[in-house]
Structures are given as structure tokens and as C-alpha cells.
């Protein structure tokens, strides 16, 4: 099968690397002229971890990662941990490390397993007709590449995706936020020349420090030796993209002034920031076109805030299940509109929950009202989620719904969709 992916983000080239690893023939079209990753520091939640291991990247993660076991929420005034959540989820590790170095791994792993990564190629268009051959993406000069499956992973601001989407009526867009990150990188070595720093490198774990006038994200990456930080403010700003390097360093000391010396030391040395606004994708009614041969991949059809940290390994599971479904023995000789409509059903109920979730997160984080539960217990510290029975439908602020949320194999629990609507019959044993 020749597989075409729009995007050489992360998304289309974990799934390059997959496809290809499964003896596909896989051209990748990026319009850039190189890697052009965006933001910091990301995590890579234990579910993902699993399959990224299945793609034998596991000695690479570990050597260019950290083990990120908890949360702590912090007093943004005073520094102390007011709460923590959980210390221990599954055998498999968490992994938190930079967009750039994951990037350049995947690529790297990509092109080795026989990927074709065309840089310089702007897609104007996908067609996919039904009752013809094949699909395929016509490029801005007119020149036509076909392919049995393409994968449109342009990112939340996606020019293609009207075109997936062209019998369903109605417009989607993405829904712009009133939060903006404001990010910067902080050498270890700077920092411990300044009094009042030391929490910050102390430990590896994901930092939230919360209170007035917003929250601050952070996180040490001990083999970066660097500290990152996100300031999150609910401001206007004059940003064009979602994304540039154009932050206001002083309007965030000013913000930040009254923060405890952990976030306001580094703000006084620092000489820029790049700045980040919140976006998600809404529901879409749809991730595929009609013939099923075109899909939207990752933050093209389901982009979330990222308070949750599952933006990524979401779209992990969503090739973790695409694979699985077209390489299962049981079902891969059904036609690619079967399956992909399939992989759609098991796939939105989970991703858009997530979703929810981390909108809930940035109301927490950020001292909106958050609805908390009585059935939550999120009031004691949790030290393991190990014997805890997943749940997706709990509230969000309990063990079982947190469960759920971090300690999922995709691949696992498409097989058990498959038995339960009786698409292939149930394993014994």
C-alpha cells in the first residue's frame, strides 16, 4: 500500500515510521524547506511510551529523557506543594523530553526505515472521488501524487481540512482561547548562580504552580540541563499565529512580580520568550472523508489544550489503532472505508473526553470554577493508580478516571472494540 502523509510534524512522521516499519511504501510532503518544530518541552504519557517502544524507539527515549512519575501543584507565592497526583501508574515509564530532539529522532528513524520526506511541496488540494482508483494530493504547480490512504496531519490550523470535510456542511475552525503561554528556556547552570531557585531543579516531575494573576508550568530536564517554563496569562494580545517568538518578556515580569523567587528570578535574566495561545479543535462530525481513504490525523482533526499533557500521545494512540485495524489478520481485508470509519469509532469518544479534561485542567489551573465532585478524591495525595479499575465515564478530579486517562493501550483496547460489536470473533484464553 502506498501511504501519503500531509505534515512532517510530529504526527505524520510517528506515523511515517510506522507505516514504513509494516513494509509500506510512505512519502511524507512538508511545505517547509526543513524541521520546524515548535515549543519546548512535551510529555509522552505511558500509553504512548508502549507503542513508541513497538517502534523500537525505547533506548533512544530513555537515553534523551526524563522519568516524569507526578504532578505537583505549587502556591505560586510561597512555592510549596499543595498537591501531587499519582506517583505510579504502570510499568511503563512516562517520558518528558523537547519537541526539537523528538522531532529530529523521529525523522531521523523515519528516513532510515525508507521513508521519502519532501521538503519544499505545498499541497493546494485532496481529492477523493468515490468510484476512482485512488486519492490523491494536487500540489500548488499542478502536479498530481496519488496514494491508496492519505494522511492530512497539517496541524490545527489545517488548509486541507475544509476539503475532508467538503460534504459535511458547516465551518470548523479552531476556538481560540483567552490564555496565552508565554515560554522560555533557562540554563540549570544560570539559575543556581541566583538564591531561591533550587525547587526547580530538584526533581524531574511536571511543576503547576498556581494563583494570581495566572499559573506558571514547569519542568527540569536534567539531560537538557535546562529548565522550562510556561506563564500562563488570560490577556488580549496582537499575536497573527497561534504560535511566534514575539513575546513580551516584560509585560510577564510585570505579571509575575509578586511570584515566589522560583518564577520571578528567572524572568529578570531572561531577554526573550516566545508566547503560545490556547486553541482546540471543536467536535468534529467527521475525520475521514467519504471513501475513507483520506483521514485527518492528530491536531488537524482533534487539537486540545495542553494542561493535560495528552496532546501528542493521543495522536500516538490514534496511529497505535490505525495500524492495528489495518494490519489485523481478522480485518484487513475489508475495504479502507470499513476500517478507517471503525478506527473514527473507537477513536473520537476517547479523544474527545480527553478533551474536556484538559479544558477542565486550564479552568483549574488557571482559578476558574472547575466543577470538583463529591465521588473525586483528589483531596489525599495518590502514590499509585496501580490497583485502581480505569473508568472512563467517572469524574474528572477521581483515581479511576485519572486511571483511565494515563494507563491505556490503545492497540489492547481496540481488539477488545473489535470482540465486543462482534467484528471478529473473541480469543479464548
Same mark, same amino acid.
Given at each position: 500500500?502506498?501511504?501519503?502523509?500531509?505534515?512532517?510534524?510530529?504526527?505524520?512522521?510517528?506515523? /511515517?515510521?510506522?507505516?514504513?516499519?509494516?513494509?509500506?511504501?510512505?512519502?511524507?510532503?512538508?511545505?517547509?524547506?526543513?524541521?520546524?518544530?515548535?515549543?519546548?518541552?512535551?510529555?509522552?504519557?505511558?500509553?504512548?511510551?508502549?507503542?513508541?517502544?513497538?517502534?523500537?524507539?525505547?533506548?533512544?527515549?530513555?537515553?534523551?529523557?526524563?522519568?516524569?512519575?507526578?504532578?505537583?501543584?505549587?502556591?505560586?507565592?510561597?512555592?510549596?506543594?499543595?498537591?501531587?497526583?499519582?506517583?505510579?501508574?504502570?510499568?511503563?515509564?512516562?517520558?518528558?523530553?523537547?519537541?526539537? !530532539?523528538?522531532?529530529?529522532?523521529?525523522?531521523?528513524?523515519?528516513?532510515?526505515?525508507?521513508?521519502?520526506?519532501?521538503?519544499?511541496?505545498?499541497?493546494?488540494?485532496?481529492?477523493?472521488?468515490?468510484?476512482?482508483?485512488?486519492?490523491?494530493?494536487?500540489?500548488?504547480?499542478?502536479?498530481?501524487?496519488?496514494?491508496?490512504?492519505?494522511?492530512?496531519?497539517?496541524?490545527?490550523?489545517?488548509?486541507?481540512?475544509?476539503?475532508?470535510?467538503?460534504?459535511?456542511?458547516?465551518?470548523?475552525?479552531?476556538?481560540?482561547?483567552?490564555?496565552?503561554?508565554?515560554?522560555?528556556?533557562?540554563?540549570?547552570?544560570?539559575?543556581?548562580?541566583?538564591?531561591?531557585?533550587?525547587?526547580?531543579?530538584?526533581?524531574? !516531575?511536571?511543576?503547576?504552580?498556581?494563583?494570581?494573576?495566572?499559573?506558571?508550568?514547569?519542568?527540569?530536564?536534567?539531560?537538557?540541563?535546562?529548565?522550562?517554563?510556561?506563564?500562563?496569562?488570560?490577556?488580549?494580545?496582537?499575536?497573527?499565529?497561534?504560535?511566534?517568538?514575539?513575546?513580551?518578556?516584560?509585560?510577564?515580569?510585570?505579571?509575575?512580580?509578586?511570584?515566589?523567587?522560583?518564577?520571578?528570578?528567572?524572568?529578570?535574566?531572561?531577554?526573550?520568550?516566545?508566547?503560545?495561545?490556547?486553541?482546540?479543535?471543536?467536535?468534529?462530525?467527521?475525520?475521514?472523508?467519504?471513501?475513507?481513504?483520506?483521514?485527518?490525523?492528530?491536531?488537524? /482533526?482533534?487539537?486540545?489544550?495542553?494542561?493535560?499533557?495528552?496532546?501528542?500521545?493521543?495522536?500516538?494512540? !490514534?496511529?497505535?489503532?490505525?495500524?492495528?485495524?489495518?494490519?489485523?489478520?481478522?480485518?484487513?481485508?475489508?475495504?479502507?472505508?470499513?476500517?478507517?470509519?471503525?478506527?473514527?469509532?473507537?477513536?473520537?469518544?476517547?479523544?474527545?473526553?480527553?478533551?474536556?479534561?484538559?479544558?477542565?485542567?486550564?479552568?483549574?489551573?488557571?482559578?476558574?470554577?472547575?466543577?470538583?465532585?463529591?465521588?473525586?478524591?483528589?483531596?489525599?495525595?495518590?502514590?499509585?493508580?496501580?490497583?485502581?479499575?480505569?473508568?472512563?465515564?467517572?469524574?474528572?478530579?477521581?483515581?479511576?478516571?485519572?486511571?483511565?486517562?494515563?494507563?491505556?493501550?490503545?492497540?489492547?483496547?481496540?481488539?477488545?472494540?473489535?470482540?465486543?460489536?462482534?467484528?471478529?470473533?473473541?480469543?479464548?484464553?
Amino acid at each position: 500500500m502506498k501511504v501519503l502523509i500531509i505534515g512532517a510534524g510530529l504526527g505524520g512522521l510517528t506515523a /511515517a515510521l510506522d507505516f514504513a516499519q509494516h513494509g509500506h511504501e510512505v512519502v511524507v510532503l512538508e511545505r517547509r524547506k526543513e524541521l520546524s518544530p515548535q515549543g519546548g518541552s512535551i510529555m509522552i504519557r505511558s500509553g504512548a511510551c508502549s507503542t513508541l517502544h513497538t517502534l523500537g524507539l525505547e533506548a533512544d527515549l530513555e537515553a534523551m529523557s526524563d522519568r516524569v512519575p507526578t504532578t505537583l501543584v505549587r502556591d505560586m507565592t510561597t512555592g510549596e506543594v499543595i498537591k501531587r497526583y499519582p506517583v505510579e501508574v504502570s510499568d511503563t515509564p512516562a517520558w518528558g523530553t523537547t519537541r526539537l !530532539d523528538l522531532m529530529h529522532l523521529l525523522y531521523r528513524k523515519a528516513v532510515e526505515a525508507g521513508v521519502d520526506v519532501r521538503f519544499g511541496y505545498f499541497v493546494a488540494d485532496v481529492l477523493d472521488e468515490p468510484g476512482t482508483e485512488r486519492p490523491f494530493a494536487e500540489l500548488d504547480e499542478g502536479t498530481h501524487i496519488g496514494a491508496d490512504l492519505i494522511l492530512v496531519a497539517d496541524g490545527i490550523k489545517s488548509r486541507l481540512r475544509d476539503r475532508v470535510l467538503s460534504l459535511v456542511p458547516g465551518s470548523y475552525e479552531p476556538i481560540v482561547s483567552d490564555t496565552t503561554f508565554y515560554g522560555l528556556n533557562v540554563v540549570v547552570s544560570d539559575l543556581k548562580t541566583h538564591e531561591g531557585t533550587a525547587r526547580l531543579t530538584g526533581q524531574t !516531575d511536571v511543576n503547576i504552580w498556581k494563583g494570581e494573576p495566572g499559573y506558571v508550568v514547569t519542568r527540569h530536564n536534567s539531560k537538557t540541563k535546562h529548565v522550562s517554563f510556561l506563564y500562563g496569562v488570560q490577556s488580549a494580545t496582537d499575536q497573527k499565529e497561534l504560535w511566534d517568538e514575539d513575546g513580551d518578556i516584560e509585560h510577564v515580569r510585570r505579571i509575575f512580580s509578586g511570584s515566589c523567587s522560583e518564577l520571578a528570578v528567572p524572568l529578570q535574566f531572561a531577554q526573550n520568550c516566545d508566547r503560545w495561545r490556547l486553541a482546540e479543535m471543536p467536535r468534529l462530525p467527521t475525520w475521514r472523508t467519504d471513501t475513507g481513504r483520506v483521514i485527518l490525523l492528530g491536531d488537524s /482533526a482533534h487539537a486540545m489544550h495542553p494542561n493535560a499533557g495528552q496532546g501528542y500521545s493521543q495522536i500516538v494512540e !490514534d496511529i497505535a489503532v490505525l495500524s492495528f485495524l489495518i494490519h489485523n489478520d481478522d480485518i484487513s481485508s475489508k475495504p479502507l472505508r470499513e476500517i478507517t470509519k471503525i478506527w473514527q469509532d473507537i477513536r473520537k469518544p476517547r479523544v474527545e473526553r480527553i478533551s474536556n479534561f484538559s479544558n477542565w485542567k486550564t479552568q483549574w489551573f488557571s482559578g476558574e470554577r472547575a466543577v470538583f465532585t463529591q465521588a473525586g478524591d483528589w483531596g489525599e495525595d495518590a502514590t499509585s493508580l496501580r490497583e485502581i479499575f480505569p473508568d472512563m465515564h467517572a469524574p474528572f478530579d477521581s483515581s479511576a478516571f485519572l486511571k483511565w486517562v494515563l494507563d491505556f493501550d490503545a492497540a489492547v483496547e481496540a481488539r477488545k472494540y473489535l470482540e465486543r460489536h462482534g467484528i471478529v470473533s473473541q480469543k479464548e484464553g
